[in-house]
C-alpha cells in the first residue's frame, strides 16, 4: 500500500489555489464534475476511446473569459485505449504536474488492476484507497466481514445450495457483461438448478461460477442506498451527513414486475428469469422515524473503519438497504467510495443535503466542499490517501 506519508509529500507540493478534481469517466463521473465546478474546481476525465463523447461532447464545459462556467462540467480530458494506461508514469507525473486531486469511484477500480492503485498510483486520492478493496466479494476481510465486525444486519447466508429452504438471491457476476451482475433467486434446490441450467444456457453465467457464488436470504422490502458522507475535518458539527437517498432500476427485472401476473407466468425461456443490470435510478426519502435508524448504521460502520481499516472512511460512502415488514434495515451491499446513483440529485441536490446546508447539496458537491475546505484550511492531507 502507497504509504500516507508519500501521498503527504505530493499533495504538500500541489499549488492549492488551482487543484483540479480528476476522475475515470465513468459511473457518476458527472455528478462529481458538476460538484466540482459549483466549488469552482475545474475538472479532468480520463476518458475511454468509444465511450467518450458523453464528457467530450455532450457535457464539456465552457467558460467565460473570466473563467465562469456557462455550459456543462468537464472542462479537460485523456482520451486512452485503456483505462488501465493512466497508471504509465507520465500520464500520473502530468496529473500531479496538474494538481489534480483523483476521486474514484467503480469504474475505476474495475478497470484499472486494484493491486497497483494500492500500490503504483502516485497521485492523491480523495476517500480511503485501503477500502477499495473491500467492495472485492471473497475476499478475507470484505465489505462483509466488516459489516460482522461492527454488529450490522445484513442477510443470512447460506452454506450450500442444497441448504435453500425460502427465497434466496444468488450473487455472482455476468458472463458476458463482466461488470454487471448475474444474480437470480431460487425458494428451493431444485428451482436453482433449474435456473442455473437455464443462465448457463443463455449466456448470463458461467457454470464453473456458481461454486464461488454467494447465497444469500432474499430480504423482501422497498430498496435504499444510503448516500452518506464522513468528513474528518469537521470537528464543531456531527462528521457524519446523509447527503441522499436513492434506488435503482433494473434490466429485465423493472420491466418483469410492470407485468400483470398472467403474463409473467406467461413467460418462456431466456424472458423467464430476470437479469438485474443497473440501468438507472431514482431519488427517494425515508420516513423521519427510520432516519435515526440510519444515521445508527452509518456510526457503526464508520468506527469499525477506523478500527479495521485506519483511518477509516473518508469522504463519501453508501451502504444499500432493504427494509423489512418490521421497519428493519438489511445492508446487502457497501460502496466504500461515491456511490453509483448520485447523478440522480446533481445540480438539484437531495432535500436531505440541501436542508443540511442550505442550498443544493448533490454527493459530488458535498465532495468538493470538502476538498475546496481543505485547499483553503491547508490541510489536503487529511482528506487524501
Excluded at 507540493?13 to 475515470?24: I, P, Q, S, T
Excluded at 462529481?32 to 467530450?56: I, S, W
Aim: contains cysteine; aromatic residues 10%; neutral net charge.
Amino acid at each position: 500500500m502507497l504509504s500516507r506519508e508519500r501521498v503527504a509529500e505530493i499533495v504538500g507540493k500541489y499549488d492549492r489555489k488551482n487543484c483540479k478534481v480528476g476522475l475515470v469517466a465513468s459511473h457518476s463521473a458527472l455528478d462529481v464534475c458538476d460538484g466540482a465546478v459549483e466549488e469552482g474546481f475545474r475538472t479532468f476525465a480520463v476518458c475511454q476511446k468509444g465511450r467518450e463523447l458523453t464528457y467530450t461532447k455532450y457535457f464539456k464545459a465552457k467558460r467565460d473569459k473570466k473563467g465562469k462556467v456557462l455550459r456543462g462540467m468537464v472542462d479537460d480530458y485523456a482520451l486512452v485505449d485503456k483505462f488501465s494506461e493512466m497508471m504509465s508514469p507520465d500520464f500520473q507525473a502530468k496529473m500531479r504536474k496538474d494538481n489534480v486531486l483523483f476521486v474514484p469511484n467503480r469504474s475505476f477500480t474495475s478497470y484499472v488492476d486494484l493491486k497497483s492503485i494500492e500500490d503504483s498510483f502516485e497521485v492523491p486520492i480523495v476517500g480511503s484507497r485501503n477500502m477499495l478493496r473491500t467492495e472485492e466479494r471473497g475476499e478475507a476481510k470484505d465489505y462483509y466481514w466488516l459489516l460482522e465486525q461492527a454488529g450490522l444486519p445484513f442477510p443470512k447466508k447460506l452454506a450450500k445450495p442444497e441448504d435453500i429452504d425460502l427465497l434466496v438471491i444468488v450473487k455472482l457476476h455476468h458472463k458476458v457483461k463482466k461488470l454487471e451482475r448475474g444474480f437470480f433467486t431460487a425458494a428451493s434446490y431444485e428451482e436453482y438448478l433449474q435456473k442455473a441450467d437455464q443462465l448457463v444456457k443463455d449466456n448470463v453465467i458461467v457454470r464453473e461460477d456458481l461454486a464461488g457464488a454467494r447465497i444469500e436470504e432474499y430480504v423482501i422490502g422497498p430498496v435504499f442506498n444510503l448516500d452518506f458522507f464522513y468528513s474528518p475535518l469537521e470537528e464543531e458539527m456531527s462528521p457524519i451527513e446523509l447527503v441522499g437517498v436513492d434506488w435503482r432500476f433494473e434490466s429485465s427485472l423493472d420491466g418483469h414486475v410492470r407485468l400483470p401476473a398472467p403474463q409473467q407466468m406467461a413467460l418462456v425461456g431466456s424472458q423467464r428469469t430476470p437479469e438485474y443490470t443497473v440501468c438507472g435510478h431514482n431519488s427517494s426519502t425515508l420516513r423521519e422515524s427510520l432516519l435515526e435508524n440510519a444515521f445508527k448504521l452509518a456510526e457503526k460502520w464508520v468506527a469499525a473503519c477506523k478500527e479495521h481499516y485506519k483511518p477509516g472512511i473518508i469522504g463519501p460512502f453508501c451502504l444499500q438497504t432493504c427494509v423489512d415488514k418490521d421497519l428493519k434495515f438489511h445492508i446487502y451491499d457497501v460502496a466504500p467510495r461515491v456511490g453509483g446513483g448520485t447523478n440522480v440529485h446533481m445540480w438539484v441536490g437531495h432535500p436531505y443535503g440541501n436542508s443540511l446546508w442550505r442550498k443544493n447539496v448533490s454527493t459530488g458537491r458535498r465532495l468538493a466542499m470538502e476538498m475546496r475546505r481543505a485547499c483553503d484550511e491547508e490541510r489536503l492531507d487529511e482528506i487524501v490517501t
